[in-house]
């Protein structure tokens, strides 16, 4: 069974500082995605991660995939407070006959401050 | 651009009651999927759906528990006889053959 962990679970940091979230699997998976949730909202996808090596950048966020160590990361470049939400990674197989059943970690709830 | 659209957005019902939800994908995809998030928790599986069938289930999806595609745009979940851990916002999504879930907005349910 697959399992997602995710560290920090609270980060915060002040505009215009960088930092990571990291995000570890316990199985293989097919790929890792990272979505963002702002409070009471749904979950908008930021990066599907299909294979080693794999890099995705989107503005200030840029996310990673390392499947030989189990790990992708979200790298945060200089922060704005619009980027403060919960940002959450997920697993899972894409299955012919049913899809993709994903895992999510706990979540990093993110608060940058000015 | 396409979305996931559920109804209603929020719903209040007490114990023992009866809630459907409801869904309306994005239309060109194949797989539906039901999952909750308990308030301040991770975000957990419930069930996925293709052809037509339950494709997939977690332990959660019990008895109480069922899904239809009653006609070719709505996608439901029916909470038999609701408990008070029930309490969560449920989120439906769908996703195409590159396996990609998009989410909808999600409906909160609160069980008093």
């Known amino acids: 069974e697959l399992k997602v962990e995710q560290n920090p679970l609270f980060l915060s940091m002040q505009e215009g500082k960088n930092y990571t979230i990291y995000c570890n699997y316990s199985?293989?998976?097919?790929?890792l995605y990272w979505y963002r949730q702002d409070p009471g909202k749904s979950l908008e996808s930021l990066f599907v991660?299909?294979?080693?090596?794999a890099v995705k950048q989107e503005g200030r966020l840029m996310a990673s995939l390392d499947t030989k160590a189990r790990l992708s990361t979200l790298h945060i470049t200089a922060a704005v407070h619009d980027l403060s939400a919960t940002y959450f990674c997920?697993?899972?197989?894409?299955?012919?006959?049913?899809?993709?059943?994903?895992?999510f970690g706990e979540g990093t709830q993110l608060t940058v401050n000015p | 651009e396409p979305e996931v659209t559920q109804t209603p957005s929020h719903q209040v019902t007490q114990m023992g009651q009866e809630v459907i939800l409801r869904c309306v994908p994005i239309?060109?995809?194949?797989?539906f999927y039901w999952y909750r998030q308990i308030l301040g928790q991770k975000v957990e599986f419930l069930v996925s759906?293709?052809?037509?069938?339950?494709?997939?289930k977690s332990e959660i999806f019990d008895d109480q528990f069922s899904v239809e595609r009653p006609d070719g745009s709505n996608f439901t979940l029916k909470i038999r006889s609701t408990k008070l851990e029930d309490s969560a916002m449920y989120f439906c999504?769908?996703?195409?053959?590159?396996?990609?879930?998009?989410f909808g907005e999600g409906s909160r349910l609160t069980v008093l």
């Open positions: 199985t293989t998976s097919d790929r």
């Open positions: 999504a769908s996703s195409e053959t590159t396996g990609e879930l998009f």
């Open positions: 991660l299909l294979s080693n090596g």
């Open positions: 759906f293709y052809n037509n069938e339950i494709s997939e």
């Open positions: 239309s060109n995809h194949l797989y």
């Open positions: 997920a697993g899972g197989d894409l299955q012919e006959t049913s899809g993709s059943r994903l895992t």
